[in-house]
């Protein structure tokens, strides 16, 4: 029940929420402090020293769980006066307090500290996915390519590496990408990364297609099929792989090859804000990694919360 009770406190109002958090925080059972840690997380709110002395404390360095969420925690706040905890963790050999610390330093502007998390990008694992996600918004186009190569070594990292063609925003894949559109398994994905790139939305420009015959529904109605899980693109439409194909051969000439866009535009503060008020929750979330990365006083915003305009 750990991730609902967050979730739950992540939502009350404030001021029914703070003193619950400030009980966790100062209290002695880790796993309560790892709760007030994580609700800090999630209302991006600062505790302030009581983050410092988690991070100072032995017997809660001993506790991993806890000091991996604090570590996270630095870099979703930009607590530039922890960046020593985060040095100290960047080649811990537990991964997960190494790949926390990798990811807090590049958000406080320590790019250089990107290269650490190529293990995490090249090998699934349950830090694969945050790790596209940051690193391939920091390096520029050609090491990027270089490490997508890297990823596609593997066949079974397909998925990881139509995610990382889109997040690194370079039109050079977007025929790759659309040639992917053929393939049931990868098609929503590659449509996702598609859209990441150019911008164009398949629905409004009538590029969608009805699911493939062939493509059963996750879950079914099955009632003695164990399987309830959601399918992975489940919110992802199907497209027309033709009608995109002929689409992009008339506007693939306005993109500049090597340059990274996202949604359709070149990256700056003012096209990312609007993101975060107009687009859909995943976009709004890679908005908003983007805008933290180029905003030296940006916090990472939670695209959980409600948008306020």
């Given at each position: 029940t750990f991730k609902g009770l967050v979730s739950a406190l992540g939502w009350l109002p404030r001021e029914i929420a703070r003193p619950w958090v400030e009980r966790l925080l100062k209290g002695k059972d880790m796993n309560h402090k790892t709760l007030g840690v994580a609700a800090c997380s999630i209302r991006r709110d600062d505790p302030g020293e009581l983050l410092t002395d988690i991070l100072k404390r032995e017997d809660c360095q001993k506790h991993t769980p806890l000091h991996a969420r604090a570590l996270r925690l630095v870099g979703e706040l930009r607590r530039q006066d922890l960046m020593p905890a985060l040095q100290a963790n960047i080649g811990s050999k537990e991964p997960s307090l190494a790949f926390w610390a990798n990811w807090s330093a590049v958000l406080l502007g320590q790019h250089v500290q990107v290269k650490n998390l190529q293990p995490f990008v090249l090998n699934p694992g349950p830090h694969q996915a945050r790790a596209i996600q940051l690193a391939f918004r920091v390096l520029p186009v050609e090491p990027g390519r270089e490490w997508i190569s890297s990823l596609a070594k593997k066949p079974a990292n397909l998925r990881a590496v139509i995610t990382?063609?889109?997040?690194?925003?370079?039109?050079?894949a977007v025929n790759w990408l659309i040639s992917k559109m053929t393939d049931p398994v990868q098609a929503r994905l590659a449509g996702e990364a598609f859209t990441l790139i150019t911008g164009i939305d398949l629905e409004k420009h009538g590029l969608t297609a009805p699911p493939p015959t062939s493509q059963a529904p996750i879950p079914n109605d099955n009632p003695g099929?164990?399987?309830?899980?959601l399918d992975e693109d489940e919110n992802l439409p199907w497209q027309d792989a033709d009608h995109i194909a002929a689409l992009w051969r008339n506007h693939g000439q306005h993109f500049l090859v090597g340059r990274r866009y996202f949604l359709g535009k070149a990256i700056s503060p003012e096209w990312l804000k609007s993101r975060l008020q107009d687009s859909p929750q995943r976009q709004r979330h890679a908005a908003a990694l983007e805008l933290t990365l180029i905003d030296s006083q940006s916090r990472l915003i939670n695209t959980r919360a409600r948008v306020i305009a």
């Amino acid at each position: 029940t750990f991730k609902g009770l967050v979730s739950a406190l992540g939502w009350l109002p404030r001021e029914i929420a703070r003193p619950w958090v400030e009980r966790l925080l100062k209290g002695k059972d880790m796993n309560h402090k790892t709760l007030g840690v994580a609700a800090c997380s999630i209302r991006r709110d600062d505790p302030g020293e009581l983050l410092t002395d988690i991070l100072k404390r032995e017997d809660c360095q001993k506790h991993t769980p806890l000091h991996a969420r604090a570590l996270r925690l630095v870099g979703e706040l930009r607590r530039q006066d922890l960046m020593p905890a985060l040095q100290a963790n960047i080649g811990s050999k537990e991964p997960s307090l190494a790949f926390w610390a990798n990811w807090s330093a590049v958000l406080l502007g320590q790019h250089v500290q990107v290269k650490n998390l190529q293990p995490f990008v090249l090998n699934p694992g349950p830090h694969q996915a945050r790790a596209i996600q940051l690193a391939f918004r920091v390096l520029p186009v050609e090491p990027g390519r270089e490490w997508i190569s890297s990823l596609a070594k593997k066949p079974a990292n397909l998925r990881a590496v139509i995610t990382a063609t889109g997040v690194l925003g370079d039109p050079h894949a977007v025929n790759w990408l659309i040639s992917k559109m053929t393939d049931p398994v990868q098609a929503r994905l590659a449509g996702e990364a598609f859209t990441l790139i150019t911008g164009i939305d398949l629905e409004k420009h009538g590029l969608t297609a009805p699911p493939p015959t062939s493509q059963a529904p996750i879950p079914n109605d099955n009632p003695g099929d164990p399987n309830v899980g959601l399918d992975e693109d489940e919110n992802l439409p199907w497209q027309d792989a033709d009608h995109i194909a002929a689409l992009w051969r008339n506007h693939g000439q306005h993109f500049l090859v090597g340059r990274r866009y996202f949604l359709g535009k070149a990256i700056s503060p003012e096209w990312l804000k609007s993101r975060l008020q107009d687009s859909p929750q995943r976009q709004r979330h890679a908005a908003a990694l983007e805008l933290t990365l180029i905003d030296s006083q940006s916090r990472l915003i939670n695209t959980r919360a409600r948008v306020i305009a």
